[in-house]
T-cell receptor
Framework: GDSVTQMEGPVTLSEEAFLTINCTYT??????LFWYVQYPGEGLQLLLK?????DKGSNKGFEATYRKETTSFHLEKGSVQVSDSAVYFC???????????FGQGTRLTINP | DADVTQTPRNRITKTGKRIMLECSQT?????MYWYRQDPGLGLRLIYY???????NKGEISDGYSVSRQAQAKFSLSLESAIPNQTALYFC?????????????FGPGTRLTVL
């Protein structure tokens, strides 16, 4: 079945550092790909998404590019802030199944 | 007001008790979902419903049941709670847009079974 594998955490960085969180997937067909973020004590919020190969999703300085050839959707940000501290989830949605499959989440902590 | 609300936000109960978690939405979406979140395991799908007359089991439905009382309401029940059902539970909604499925999550219910 479909699956998502994320970089294991926790990840700790200093403010203004460059961030990459790796995500790879296994799926039949042509899934949509998502990054969700969970701030402490809150539910998940959609951060960005891409619906087809080579699409780039972006939001709040974060970016991820749908790479079909490497089945990847890595999350990047050029300069992180303390307020980016959260848990990040990569997910896919297969159009046929119409359900989300999540990775295990990566906890990110940014120190001042 | 929040688009997706969950009640209660926190609940402590004892083994063997029946528990109901409720979810309401004002987004007008047809699709609703229940997930549980455990540390290191991400979110796993328990049940989902694509409309009022449609209920489907997810990845981990054993020990749970659901009721879709209306388009806006989707309840999750634990008929006889056990300690390994201690987790954070999320409700989500979605509406198919341009052929792809974006989900919107409630704030979660933290359930502890003693």
């Amino acid at each position: 079945g479909d699956s998502v594998t994320q970089m294991e955490g926790p990840v700790t960085l200093s403010e203004e550092a460059f961030l990459t969180i790796n995500c790879t997937y296994t799926a039949t067909g042509y899934p949509s790909l998502f990054w969700y973020v969970q701030y402490p004590g809150e539910g998940l919020q959609l951060l960005l998404k891409a619906t087809k190969a080579d699409d780039k999703g972006s939001n709040k300085g974060f970016e991820a590019t749908y790479r079909k050839e490497t089945t990847s959707f890595h999350l990047e940000k050029g300069s992180v802030q303390v307020s980016d501290s959260a848990v990040y989830f990569c997910a896919l949605s297969d159009q046929g199944a119409q359900k989300l499959v999540f990775g295990q989440g990566t906890r990110l902590t940014i120190n001042p | 007001d929040a688009d997706v609300t969950q009640t209660p936000r926190n609940r402590i109960t004892k083994t063997g008790k029946r528990i109901m978690l409720e979810c309401s939405q004002t987004k007008g979406h047809d699709r609703m979902y229940w997930y549980r979140q455990d540390p290191g395991l991400g979110l796993r799908l328990i049940y989902y419903s694509f409309d009022v007359k449609d209920i489907n089991k997810g990845e981990i439905s054993d020990g749970y049941s659901v009721s879709r009382q209306a388009q806006a309401k989707f309840s999750l029940s634990l008929e006889s709670a056990i300690p390994n059902q201690t987790a954070l539970y999320f409700c989500a909604t979605s509406d198919l847009v341009a052929g792809r499925d974006t989900q919107y999550f409630g704030p979660g219910t933290r359930l502890t079974v003693l």
